[in-house]
């Protein structure tokens, strides 16, 4: 009877999650690989090369050289793993590497991820530019403080300019794996979740994360999906974030204002193991993105206040 009993539980809230993670999954995917097709031509043509030099002048003052300016491109319009293979063809030096880190982990992905935000009660052009300006903001920083250092790091060397066909069958080959992982990824979290609610471990959750999002100016209401965030992502963790937002658990501005701290920190785990294994610093990638995310939220507070108080002030 016992058995019977968690049988049922557990296979209501899987049934309930599976249609919305899927409708999520593929929405991403439809997003996904037109965008990657397309960044991928404009990295074989070499487009991306020529924003690149002309470029290489504003870089320049975050101490980066052309070639920086090639990867920051490559991850903001495709993934941060493309602005990860890009650097790694590319001798650069630890401390250029640690800039590069640090403005990809707060600016890739900008397309997806920023179509998920806008899903979940943001404007998008807030968001693109919001990111941009945190990386180049936190390019700057690193550039005034990183001690000077020469050590070369080569991690290897691309073998020289593929043709088109084998690029497209890279190209295509990627995409089904990714399109694969995505809805494995997606579909289980959105199952995680249910189960969570189910037994009641997610209102927990909630209650003991609600006084680390108080200093971060964050309302409680954003603890579950404030994890989801920080663990898994914006884009694999898409499906929860979006079905908290349409389901009304997440009120639309604190929706915002938590877009706002995720859109400057988000995926603090894989995402930087990434980069501390190629050497990096884990504290230069890590406090710089989760100080500014709070400067940001408290920012979007104090002028969504003054908006408020500005026509009674007028009148």
Known sequence: MNLNHHASRISKP?????????RTAF???????????AATLLQYTGVLDVLAFHLQPFFAWMGLRGEGALVILTAAGMTLYS??????????????????????LVAHNLIVETAVQSKTGSRAVHMVLLRLAGAVACGL??????????????????????????????WLSGSLMLTLMIVCIVVSLRIFQELLTEYGIMQWSTRLMAPLMKPMGLPATVSFPWIISYVIGLAYGSSTLIEHRRSGELPKRDSDLLNHHI????????????????????WWITLPRIALATVVVWGKRAV????????ATCN
């Open 83 to 104: 602005g990860i293979a890009v650097m790694q063809a590319i001798p650069f030096t630890m401390r250029e590497i640690t800039i590069m880190a640090l403005m990809m």
């Open 27 to 37: 929405w991403l995917v439809s997003i996904m690989l037109p965008v990657s097709f």
């Open 263 to 282: 859109a400057v920190s988000h995926s603090l785990v894989e995402d930087t193991l990434v980069f501390v294994a190629l050497g990096v610093s884990v």
């Open 141 to 170: 920083f690193l550039h005034a403080v990183l001690p000077p250092d020469d050590r070369i790091m080569v991690h290897g060397m691309t073998a020289g300019h593929l043709p088109l066909s084998t690029v497209l069958t890279n």
């Open 304 to 311: 969504d206040s003054w908006m408020k108080k500005r026509p």
């Open 14 to 22: 899987v049934t309930k999650a599976v249609r919305p993670a899927l």
